[in-house]
């Protein structure tokens, strides 16, 4: 199931932009670059950005922000040690800070598509209570955007036709 939640919540944060033209995008020269290294490195960037986008990211964001950060954000004004915390109780303000600190760690024009992948995946934190179906949430939301983009890039089209470059949402 934590798979399915990761590929639905991938098809929810990519739908709004291959739906909507006039949603703003990141600007091309920060759209990641596969031949950034050189066309004949082409395969080793992408395998970089594989394993970073997919592996190394929900691992260390879901470490800090849903096992360190949603418990301190309970404490800290107690002056409890966030280990003391169960992983995944719900509390408001917790739940507040978190889903702020996701929407406004990620770039202006991400907030939106963000604040649904925010409260979908805290919503299914509380719901499997662990941290490791989470991590393999995010793994799978993140993988699934990068074989998309990788897979059909120039492919999909714009109103007017013309091809849209995917590799902004990496």
């Known amino acids: 199931m934590d798979i399915l939640v990761g590929v639905f919540i991938a098809a929810l944060w990519m739908g709004p932009f291959l739906l909507f033209d006039s949603l703003p995008r990141g600007a091309e020269a920060d759209a990641f670059d596969p031949n950034q290294l050189g066309e004949s490195m082409r395969q080793q960037t992408l395998t970089l950005r594989l394993l970073g986008f997919a592996v ?5 964001e879901e470490l800090f922000v849903r096992s360190f950060l949603i418990r301190l954000v309970d404490v800290v004004d107690k002056g409890g040690d966030f ?22 760690s990620h770039a202006p024009w991400e907030w939106g598509v963000m604040l649904v992948w925010a409260l979908l995946t805290m919503a299914w ?9 989470i991590i393999v949430a995010h793994a799978t939301t993140n993988g699934a ?6 897979l059909s890039d120039a492919r999909i089209r714009d109103a007017a036709g013309q091809p849209i470059d995917l590799w902004f949402l990496l």
């Open 56 to 60: 190394v990211t929900p691992l260390v």
């Open 125 to 133: 934190f509380y719901h499997r209570r662990h941290i490791v179906p």
């Open 145 to 150: 955007i990068f074989l998309f983009v990788v």
């Open 83 to 104: 280990r003391d915390a169960p992983i995944a109780r719900f509390s408001w303000r917790s739940f507040l800070v978190v889903t702020l600190y996701f929407v406004m």
